[in-house]
């Protein structure tokens, strides 16, 4: 990966909200239009309940040049791994680094605390993202269902492991 000049990952804050579902509604637009059309039926956009207790519980990472957020991940911890339930880049700046950086970043913090894994899954249908957590060293350990319930879309579960 190459360097991105005065790039920083950090915490993100109450008064981050509005910005954060913006920026994740415009990355998953892609994201939602082909899962939509693998189900055969669009859905609405969710109601980012989940978000405010995120943010309080620092589970809410931003990641740019300071001050300039160029995206945002949101982790948790479970089963002994950190998942990243959910990795959006400002489609303005995707493909300049940033979805890689923001991998290296969480990997570091993922070790920081002792975990020996990050863990995340991505919709079948997208075979662009699963290419892309492939080359940054996830590989595929099963398919399945949505955990919250099926959809009618298998999701690509994977996983990249590491010595701490």
Same mark, same amino acid.
């Given at each position: 990966?190459? &360097?991105?000049?005065?790039?920083? +990952?950090?915490?993100?804050?109450?008064?981050?909200?509005?910005?954060?579902? %913006?920026?994740? %509604?415009? /990355?998953?637009?892609?994201?939602?239009?082909?899962?939509?059309?693998?189900?055969?039926?669009?859905?609405?956009?969710?109601?980012?309940?989940?978000? @405010?207790?995120?943010? $309080?519980?620092?589970?809410?990472?931003?990641?740019?040049?300071? %001050?300039? *957020?160029?995206?945002?991940?949101?982790?948790?911890?479970?089963?002994?791994?950190?998942?990243?339930?959910?990795?959006?880049?400002? *489609?303005?700046?995707?493909?300049?680094?940033?979805? /890689?950086?923001?991998?290296?970043?969480?990997?570091?913090?993922?070790?920081?605390?002792?975990?020996?894994?990050?863990?995340?899954?991505?919709?079948? *249908?997208?075979?662009?993202?699963?290419? +892309?957590?492939?080359? @940054?060293?996830?590989?595929?350990?099963?398919?399945? *269902? &949505?955990?919250?319930?099926?959809? %009618?879309?298998?999701?690509? +579960?994977? $996983?990249?492991?590491?010595?701490?």
């Amino acid at each position: 990966m190459k &360097a991105i000049p005065d790039s920083a +990952f950090w915490s993100a804050n109450i008064g981050d909200a509005d910005w954060i579902d %913006g920026i994740i %509604g415009d /990355a998953f637009a892609d994201y939602a239009r082909i899962m939509d059309a693998a189900r055969g039926t669009a859905r609405p956009r969710p109601a980012r309940t989940w978000l @405010h207790p995120a943010i $309080e519980a620092s589970a809410v990472w931003l990641f740019g040049r300071k %001050g300039q *957020p160029s995206g945002v991940a949101v982790l948790k911890c479970e089963e002994g791994a950190m998942w990243i339930e959910r990795l959006a880049v400002d *489609p303005a700046v995707q493909g300049q680094g940033w979805g /890689a950086f923001a991998l290296d970043r969480i990997a570091d913090l993922a070790r920081s605390e002792c975990h020996r894994a990050i863990r995340l899954y991505t919709g079948q *249908p997208m075979t662009r993202l699963v290419a +892309f957590y492939s080359l @940054h060293g996830f590989r595929v350990t099963h398919t399945g *269902p &949505a955990p919250g319930g099926d959809d %009618g879309v298998l999701r690509v +579960f994977m $996983e990249k492991q590491f010595r701490i």
